[in-house]
């Protein structure tokens, strides 16, 4: 069963920056082959997909985030990344990495990854 360990969350003040780490343990083959995502889900509000990574390396992000968040993976590490700049107190939250085989299109949708970690907390003050 592949798990998912997020790290690297934490407070900082707005303006500043953080890189997030999701480590896959269990992995029968290699990251490669999977899409990789970033969600994220404050207090009282729906989770969002921040940023999402295909395995032919695509990515997409949140409008939000764009321009201020990069997402990245090491396959021979079988580590996702996510590095945070210019943060802003909206960008709080749980954010939690989540991956699955692509076969087709990379998903949107948090709960149709097979996989998914327990989240990391960035809290961002003003």
């Known amino acids: 069963q592949v798990q998912l360990v997020e790290s690297g969350g934490g407070s900082v003040q707005a303006g500043g920056s953080l890189r997030l780490s999701c480590a896959a343990s269990?992995?029968?083959?290699?990251?490669?082959?999977?899409?990789m995502g970033w969600f994220r889900q404050a207090p009282g509000k729906e989770r969002e997909g921040v940023a999402r990574?295909?395995?032919?390396?695509?990515?997409n992000y949140l409008n939000s985030v764009k321009g201020r968040f990069t997402i990245s993976k090491d396959n021979a590490k079988n580590t996702l990344y996510l590095q945070m700049n210019g943060l802003k107190p909206e960008d709080t939250a749980m954010y939690y990495c989540?991956?699955?085989?692509?076969?087709?299109?990379?998903?949107?949708?948090?709960?149709?990854?097979?996989?998914r970690g327990q989240g990391t907390q960035v809290t961002v003050s003003s």
């Open positions: 989540a991956a699955h085989v692509q076969t087709g299109y990379c998903y949107t949708d948090f709960y149709e990854y097979n996989y």
């Open positions: 269990a992995i029968t083959d290699s990251l490669t082959y999977y899409c």
């Open positions: 990574i295909d395995r032919y390396g695509n990515t």
